[in-house]
């Protein structure tokens, strides 16, 4: 019924920047808040940044000043715009999207396959 389709995934070299998007699609009636998530290899998943339907912002600590969300409603299509990347931001980051569908009675908690983000010189 929906499908989250995430992209921009790539390696970079310390000190770069990339932009991951991921675009909704299927038969969306209300996205709340959309996010992104990243898991390292042998660590747990983590929150990195989310967003709400109102414009409200969330980052972890660890990319406060570095990255920055922003969604574009009209597409259904959340950002994440990375600067400063460090090796520790190595990881597969997955985008998360919370809505409702048109026959869902509450809200659903959909997640991208993920892309690879790889730091290194």
């Known amino acids: 019924q929906v499908q989250l389709v995430e992209s921009g995934g790539g390696l970079v070299q310390p000190g770069g920047s990339l932009r991951l998007s991921c675009v909704a699609s299927?038969?969306?009636?209300?996205?709340?808040?959309m996010g992104w998530y990243r898991q390292a290899p042998g660590k747990q998943r983590e929150l990195v940044a989310e967003v709400t339907s109102g414009g409200s912002t969330n980052y972890a600590d660890s990319v406060k000043g570095r990255f920055t969300i922003s969604r574009e409603n009209a597409e259904n299509t959340v950002y994440l715009q990375m600067n400063s990347l460090k090796p520790e931001d190595t990881a597969v980051y997955y985008c998360?999207?919370?809505?409702?569908?048109?026959?869902?009675?509450?809200?659903?908690?959909?997640w991208g396959q993920g892309t690879l983000v790889t730091v290194s010189s």
């Open positions: 299927g038969s969306i009636r209300r996205i709340n808040t």
């Open positions: 998360k999207v919370v809505l409702r569908t048109y026959v869902s009675v509450r809200d659903l908690e959909v």
